[in-house]
């Protein structure tokens, strides 16, 4: 069995702890035993970003240039094989995690090049014989810590932006999906980044916790729960540090009378199910007028019924597993709730008998847009249908739940698809396009409960990761 150690100060540190990293394809196949951080761990990793800190901050931006392409290349060239690692941790479909891989590989590519392209403005002075500019620093120390249904592509895009601004960090992935985060730092300690610049962490919320509260980390970038995030969010403001979050989502997919069907179901099936519904933008609610609706829910019924749940590496597989038995069991207990409430569950649900944690898709008909689970995350293939009159209502629904991360929109009218497009409370909008599925080079992020804080991706990522000097020249 091997082991695997965390990342501090340039060297691979054991813990006192491990923890197994398990296929939950096949639980009884456990992929590495993964160091588990304490506090002491964390404390040598903050000591060792800020003793990198000076340098780091200071390197040019060809060096940054040249460390974060090493590593957007190398990823590139292995995607087919970490791309198995994820497939083995995490549960995906092989053909989705090469494609997460490759994801992560472009991200530090982008970033490389932003590292080129981090400047300031010069405005003109209000006063004569003065000048006025402004630059961009380093933040400084950035604790980020990343959930486990993308385990390469967040930790990418929140180390590449971090580092290409001069930051140094201390990353701590999610305890249930270290392996593609490690494989990440095994690829770093070759970059040429100086010692120290980029720690790895691995472990709970007890390492999380200590990497949020250690007073000489400046600022954290958090993805994950919403109880979590309000976690870390009270600790930031109280203490005065840096912090974004990025949370959950209960997305909707609006399906208007004149939608293209075979679109339509298509963006449904995709946008609910695939990657096994474990996805913040997944559109865990369908919202369908009236005309349309028994056509689309018969074939939305029908392809949901017919996707192939198995192992992530079974290339017949559609669908792979549930990430591990908590998330099963809140699967089942959401189905649960979904019949007490008054809905009716018209497919999947059930555990399915295999090794793994294998879950049929659930399709749940519910038109009360306040029903649990017309408001609450699962956080799994489990997905509404909530039957409107018009467009009018659609929208309304759509907006009827505390989140505002992703929404979609399936029609053949310019003006609803325009109209949806300014009133939808989200952070995206799609239009004939699943709610989930997004560039790794434009502004990501959600409105309301989903997210706080400045977006990430994309040249908005400058925002959280550096802060703004502004220079008067007399
Ligand atoms: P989670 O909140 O349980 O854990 C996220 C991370 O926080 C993990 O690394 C965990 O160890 C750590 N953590 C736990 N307690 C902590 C504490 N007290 N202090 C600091 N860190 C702590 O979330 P999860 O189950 O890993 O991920 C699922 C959630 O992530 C879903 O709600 C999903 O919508 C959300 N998500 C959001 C996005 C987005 O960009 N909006 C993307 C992916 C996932």
């Not at 695997?4 to 296929?23: D, H, V, Y």
């Not at 590139?76 to 995490?90: D, N």
């Not at 201390?170 to 970059?191: Q, Y």
């Amino acid at each position: 069995m091997s082991t695997f150690s965390q990342f501090i100060n340039g060297e691979w540190l054991a813990s006192q702890k491990t923890r197994a990293n398990i296929n939950p394809s096949s639980p009884n196949e456990i992929i590495g035993e993964y160091a588990e951080a304490d506090t002491a761990d964390v404390e040598l990793a903050v000591q060792a970003a800020q003793a990198a800190l000076p340098a780091w901050s200071r390197s040019t931006p060809q060096q940054r240039f040249d460390v974060l392409d090493f590593i957007g290349t190398e990823i590139l060239a292995r995607k087919q094989e970490l791309g198995t690692l994820l497939a083995r941790e995490e549960g995906k479909i092989l053909p989705e995690a090469i494609g997460e891989v490759a994801r992560a590989g472009y991200i530090f590519k982008f970033f490389a090049g932003e590292a080129l392209r981090i400047g300031g403005l010069a405005i003109a002075s209000v006063r004569p014989g003065m000048e006025v500019i402004t630059s961009r620093e380093a933040v400084g120390v950035v604790g980020l810590i990343t959930p486990w249904n993308f385990p390469i592509a967040i930790p990418a895009w929140k180390s590449a932006p971090a580092l290409a601004c001069g930051n140094t960090v201390v990353i701590k992935p999610s305890e249930l999906t270290p392996g593609c985060a490690w494989a990440l730092a095994e690829i770093i300690s070759r970059s040429g980044l100086p010692k120290g610049a980029f720690n790895l962490v691995m472990g709970d919320g007890v390492a999380g916790k200590a990497l949020v509260e250690h007073p000489a980390v400046d600022a954290i970038s958090f993805t994950g729960s919403v109880g979590t995030g309000k976690l870390i969010a009270q600790h930031c403001a109280l203490n005065l540090k840096k912090f974004q979050l990025e949370m959950g989502g209960k997305n909707p997919l609006v399906i208007l009378d004149d939608a293209d069907l075979n679109i339509a179901v298509e963006c449904a099936v995709n946008g609910a199910f695939y990657s096994t519904g474990q996805r913040c933008t997944a559109s865990s609610r369908t919202i369908v007028t009236e005309q349309i609706y028994p056509a689309f829910a018969a074939a939305f019924l029908e392809r949901t019924k017919a996707l192939k749940v198995g192992a992530a590496l079974d290339t017949a597989s559609q669908i792979g597993p549930v990430v591990d038995q908590r998330q099963l069991d809140k699967n089942l207990h959401y189905v649960t709730i979904g019949k007490e409430e008054g809905g009716t569950l018209l497919a999947g649900g059930e555990r399915l008998s295999g090794e793994g944690y294998f879950f049929s898709p659930a399709l749940i008909e519910n038109h009360n847009p306040y029903a649990r689970l017309n408001q609450e995350e699962v956080f799994g293939p489990v997905s509404t249908l909530v039957k409107v009159n018009n467009f009018e209502e659609a929208i309304q629904v759509a907006n009827a739940t505390p989140y505002g991360l992703s929404g979609g929109i399936c029609t053949t009218s310019l003006k609803y698809a325009n109209q949806f497009r300014r009133e939808m409370q989200a952070g995206m909008v799609m239009v004939n396009a699943p709610t989930a599925g997004v560039d790794y080079h434009v502004p990501f992020g959600g409105s309301k409960a989903s997210s706080f804080g400045p977006r990430e991706q994309g040249g908005m990522a400058l925002e959280f990761y550096t802060k703004v000097k502004t220079h008067y020249l007399a």
